[in-house]
T-cell receptor, first 110, second 113 residues
């Protein structure tokens, strides 16, 4: 199964943009790139997903490299509520094949 | 909609005891799953179900049983609790198995002494 690689931790100042990278060099053509985040003491929550084109929603933007071997989750203005662990996962045929790694712990500095 | 609900929120067991963690969803989702999350770790899939009456094993199924008699409910049974099963357990559901957004419950924190 295709795996993803993310930095263990990142810091950002409040109200500044945050770019969270994810490498997935063995991605297959049918893999969707999903991002979830987990706030302290809560279950993960969906953030965004995409296949080939960049995607925007009310929470974030997802930039996907042309060769799809990497992607970046963009939070346009980090708030203290965005402090969480962010998971980048690949999903092509069901969550039984999905691996949630350790993600990136984002710290937002006031 | 209540989404995905889990009970209890916290449980302490003694080694060898059995218990059932409850999970329910009111979104008419076909796919449901159970994960465990150990401190500092990502989520690992225990069991999953693609519909009522259909279940299968995930990455770490040993020591756990599941059944899916209705679309709404997906209980996880610990047959004989062990300290290694101390963890936070999350239930999740999605509309289908094909990669749609997954919705997670708030978790059950289990301590086995």
């Amino acid at each position: 199964d295709a795996k993803t690689t993310q930095p263990n931790s990142m810091e950002s100042n409040e109200e500044e943009p945050v770019h969270l990278p994810c490498n997935h060099s063995t991605i297959s053509g049918t893999d969707y790139i999903h991002w979830y985040r987990q706030l302290p003491s809560q279950g993960p929550e969906y953030v965004i997903h995409g296949l080939t084109s960049n995607v925007n929603n009310r929470m974030a933007s997802l930039a996907i490299a042309e060769d799809r071997k990497s992607s970046t989750l963009i939070l346009h203005r980090a708030t203290l509520r965005d402090a969480a662990v962010y998971y980048c996962i690949l999903n092509s045929g069901g969550y039984q094949k999905v691996t949630f790694g350790t993600g990136t712990k984002l710290q937002v500095i006031p | 909609n209540a989404g995905v609900t889990q009970t209890p929120k916290f449980q302490v067991l003694k080694t060898g005891q059995s218990m059932t963690l409850q999970c329910a969803q009111d979104m008419n989702h076909e796919y449901m799953s159970w994960y465990r999350q150990d401190p500092g770790m990502g989520l690992r899939l225990i069991h999953y179900s693609v519909g009522a009456g259909i279940t299968d094993q995930g990455e770490v199924p040993n020591g756990y049983n599941v059944s899916r008699s209705t679309t709404e409910d997906f209980p996880l049974r610990l047959l004989s609790a062990a300290p290694s099963q101390t963890s936070v357990y999350f239930c999740a559901s999605s509309y289908n198995v094909g990669g749609e957004t997954q919705y997670f419950g708030p978790g059950t924190r289990l301590l086995v002494l």
